[in-house]
């Protein structure tokens, strides 16, 4: 009888820490029920987003407290003087909508890969969002000039604070925007995803939306 021969197998390798093995059981983000570690791991394009909205949430009520200030404020009368706004201001509207215009813009280049187009009408937005606080500068040196200035009265006290407010918020959005213009190439190239330009364009059209908003006040019942 031919005697059979076993050949001794090779111990199995054990899985290196953090690595990708699904057949491991840890639930790092590496793999589907895979023990790896935190490499790659990358947070949905939905969660950047519903923490904008958490954030402009906080800032509407802000305003609202604001509002609800000045209307209180106003009903008292015996010291409110209203003031004529600036004309600036609706030079500063309109370079405010553009700009949200030129945004979309970029915003559709992106999608159809368009490197130039999207540069183009991002710088565009970044150019007019910078002049929209120079515009508001300058409307605050107009109403020094006529010798109003924020202890003036009560609408003068509100209008430096509103626009003031408004001015820090579409500063953060400029920062924002210039992040987007550093990772410009690589959101073409499709190289990184393009969330930072969406949550950023949110954000955006949301200051363009307030500021009308705030401007409404400021001519209608300051």
């Given at each position: 009888m031919a005697s059979t021969v076993l050949t001794p197998t090779k111990p199995a390798k054990a899985g290196k820490p953090g690595g990708s093995g699904r057949g491991s059981g840890g639930f790092g983000p590496g793999g589907s029920g895979g023990g790896g570690g935190w490499e790659?791991?990358?947070?949905?394009?939905?969660?950047?987003?519903?923490?904008?909205?958490?954030?402009?949430?906080?800032?509407?009520?802000?305003?609202?407290?604001?509002?609800?200030?000045?209307?209180?404020?106003?009903?008292?009368?015996?010291d409110w003087a209203s003031i004529a706004v600036?004309?600036?201001?609706?030079?500063?509207?309109?370079?405010?909508?553009?700009s949200s215009l030129t945004l979309e813009l970029s915003r559709r280049a992106?999608?159809?890969?368009?490197?130039?187009?999207?540069?183009?009408?991002?710088?565009?937005?970044?150019?007019?969002?910078?002049?929209?606080?120079?515009?508001?500068?300058?409307?605050?040196?107009?109403?020094?000039?006529?010798?109003?200035?924020?202890?003036?009265?009560?609408?003068s006290s509100f209008f430096y604070v509103l626009t003031a407010a408004h001015g820090l918020h579409l500063a953060g959005g400029i920062i924002a925007l210039g992040y987007v213009v550093f990772r410009a190439g690589s959101m073409v190239r499709g190289l990184t995803r393009r969330t930072p330009l969406d949550v950023a364009a949110i954000y955006w059209h949301f200051m363009d939306g307030l500021w009308i908003y705030i401007f409404f006040l400021l001519t209608r019942w300051s």
């Open positions: 790659g791991y990358r947070v949905p394009s939905r969660t950047y987003r519903l923490g904008m909205w958490f954030g402009l949430g906080g800032i509407v009520m802000l305003f609202a407290a604001f509002t609800s200030a000045m209307v209180v404020r106003r009903g008292m009368s015996f600036p004309r600036i201001l609706w030079l500063n509207t309109g370079v405010l909508l553009a992106l999608a159809r890969r368009s490197a130039t187009q999207f540069n183009r009408w991002l710088y565009a937005t970044l150019v007019l969002g910078l002049a929209f606080l120079g515009g508001q500068l300058v409307a605050w040196r107009e109403l020094a000039s006529r010798g109003v200035y924020l202890a003036t009265n009560p609408s």
